[in-house]
């Protein structure tokens, strides 16, 4: 991608494989270079690379 490795941090996560759909209601951490988002719940669609935060977005941004 544009921007490298996404890495994301949670608790717990339920991943269905049939699906291909990961979810989780915990906290999560999302970090790419310097940029960070933190949110409460995140639900993803690993086919079509969607991810759709809940609750209590909060992001930060580096300067490139």
Known sequence: ???GAIELATER????TRVQ???TDAAV??????NRVTAVG???DLKSERITLRQRV???YGAR
């Not at 996560?13 to 269905?16: A, I, K, N, Q, R």
């Open 42 to 44: 995140l639900d993803a």
């Open 1 to 3: 991608g544009a921007g």
């Open 21 to 23: 759909r990961l979810s």
């Open 29 to 34: 951490a999302i970090a790419q270079g310097g």
């Open 13 to 16: 996560v339920v991943l269905d």
């Open 58 to 60: 909060r992001g930060s």
